[in-house]
């Protein structure tokens, strides 16, 4: 894959994400503003009906009253009445008919205890009736005398119910206007109704109400009122003539924004959920393209290295078999044997670049047998160094030892951590552009040994320190092969040294030299 093209396939794909995560959000705040809508339509609704039931009921309360106080026989204080009366006379039938029609006013006075009315002596009341009547009259001439009697009366007697049902509402309204208010509504009575009203449009959570005199507090209130106007509801109660009222109704939910919450909270939650698990799913899909990238390239370049490697033994070879086949050197014993060594050790190197190769991929399958037994860690540190110490000499460098750990017995496989040891001083020399220059410390610390390898060579940067005992990873210097190896050396240290339960570190500065830090534990 091309670096303009996996570039442009990150750029879409985060693009998606942040697209698919801001949609998220989206349709959750959308989701909460609609529920906030819907929480307040609600509680608007219930309260209108509460103020009707309480409008309503009192209505009726001195409704019934006047109604009983009107069937109780009492006589009226006054009567009007106005009418109209007309005459009509048949000469075919000799009749006289004579119609009727008036409105009966009667007036009562009558105590205002009986409506429980403050501040007023008395209350006049009026009921008012319609009255019609028909009578036909037949006329005789016996006698000559005109004698006159009812034939036929018809009466007909309705009340005004809607004139005198309006009226009265009429009325009630204007007298207790500035009724108290704690007389026309309890604190139980609105209690109750507004419990039902909620639960009956679903806000079944704690709620605090209170009815405003304009914007005083009256003693009708639940007991933690809060006049909070951003989560209070509020509906003006006992509306005038004029539809204008100086008493309002207030109720909040302290819990609100966890019951609005609640509805959408499963949503929310698998929401978020499933946008973390793309999240991760896209991070870890994206550092594994990085991942492969980079091993793709690393494997370049150790395939680079090692036919470098095997190209030079390779030639060196060929040269000296084609030297032996010479005629003329077949009787010069010591240039054949000169030779044949040089084949030998050539093929010794391959050899040993292939074991390494082996060795890290059995590791790698834990097909490795490792069998430990009871080492001195001094006598490994030793037998290394002289593995080393014909290179170091030839370079004019040295390597010196300050092996002050008083106890160095460690369970350990003396082949493997040797090697672990001479890759360690290897990298040490080759690492070194002058004469290398190492110190191989120990010392005891608790019930563990700590052996440190110094050298003053080139060093590492901090990104080279996290990355280098990785396998095939080597510093990019621009020549893959100014320094000879494959990156396997120090992958193969980590493995080891961690499966002898110790730990391997390093620290180093550019330009200052590197000191590889490996820690065992000890056995008594």
């Known amino acids: 894959m091309g670096r303009k093209l996996f570039i442009l396939l990150v750029v879409l794909m985060s693009l998606s994400l942040i697209g698919i995560i801001f949609v998220q959000i989206y349709f959750i705040d959308n989701s909460l503003t609609n529920e906030k809508k819907q929480f307040t339509l609600n509680v608007k609704r219930s309260l209108s009906n509460v103020r009707n039931l309480i409008e309503d009921r009192e209505f009726k309360l001195y409704s019934s009253k006047y109604q009983e106080m009107l069937s109780s026989g009492k006589s009226p204080d006054t009567t009007n009445i106005k009418g109209i009366l007309l005459y009509s006379y048949d000469d075919v039938s000799n009749e006289t008919t004579i119609y009727q029609n008036g409105i009966l006013e009667e007036s009562f006075k009558v105590p205002s205890l009986f409506f429980d009315i403050g501040g007023l002596d008395s209350l ?97 209130q639940s007991d933690n009122f809060e006049l909070d106007p951003s989560n209070t509801y509020g509906i003006p109660m006992f509306l005038d003539n004029n539809n204008e009222s100086d008493f309002n109704l207030y109720v909040n939910f302290p819990e609100r924004q966890k019951f609005l919450w609640s509805s959408i909270i499963t949503m929310t939650v698998l929401s978020i959920v499933f946008t973390i698990i793309i999240i991760l799913a896209y991070t870890n899909a994206i550092y594994q393209i990085i991942r492969q990238r980079q091993i793709s390239q690393i494997k370049t370049d150790f395939i680079n290295n090692m036919t470098h490697e095997f190209k030079t033994p390779i030639a060196t070879i060929n040269l000296a078999l084609d030297a032996m086949k010479n005629p ?82 460690v369970l350990a496989n003396d082949t493997h951590l040797t090697n672990v040891l001479v890759n360690i001083l290897d990298n040490a020399i080759k690492y070194s552009d002058d004469a290398p220059r190492i110190d191989v410390t120990t010392e005891n610390v608790g019930n563990s040994i700590i052996l440190k390898i110094a050298d003053h060579g080139n060093g590492m940067t901090k990104q080279v320190q996290k990355k280098v005992f990785e396998k095939f990873y080597r510093e990019h210097t621009g020549n893959v092969h100014n320094v000879k190896g494959h990156g396997l050396g120090l992958a193969y240290v980590k493995r080891m040294v961690e499966d002898h339960q110790g730990h391997v570190s390093v620290e180093s500065e550019k330009g200052k030299g590197s000191t590889f830090i490996i820690k065992l534990p000890l056995i008594s």
Request: net charge negative; aromatic share 8%; charged share 35%.
């Open 124 to 220: 006049n009341i009026s009921r008012v009736s319609n009255q019609k009547e028909i009578r036909v009259f037949k006329e005789s001439t016996i006698d000559n005398q005109v004698h006159i009697t009812p034939e036929k009366t018809v009466m007909q007697y309705t009340e005004l119910d809607d004139i005198e049902k309006k009226l009265f509402e009429t009325a009630y309204r204007d007298l207790f206007k500035n009724y108290p208010i704690y007389k026309r509504a309890s604190v139980a009575d609105i209690s109750t109704f507004l419990t039902n009203q909620f639960n009956e449009n679903g806000i079944e959570i704690d709620f605090e109400f209170a009815i405003y005199d304009k914007d005083l507090a009256t003693k009708v």
């Open 328 to 409: 003329k050197m077949i009787d010069d014993k010591e240039k054949t044997a000169r030779y044949l060594k040089m084949i030998k050790d050539e093929n010794k190197r391959m050899h040993a670049q292939v074991e390494n190769v082996l060795r890290i991929s059995k590791l790698e399958k834990n097909e490795l047998n490792i069998s430990k037994d009871r080492v001195k860690l001094h006598d490994l540190i030793e037998d290394a160094i002289m593995h080393v110490e014909l290179i170091v000499e030839d370079r004019q460098g040295y390597v010196k030892t300050h092996l002050n750990a008083e106890k160095s017995s």
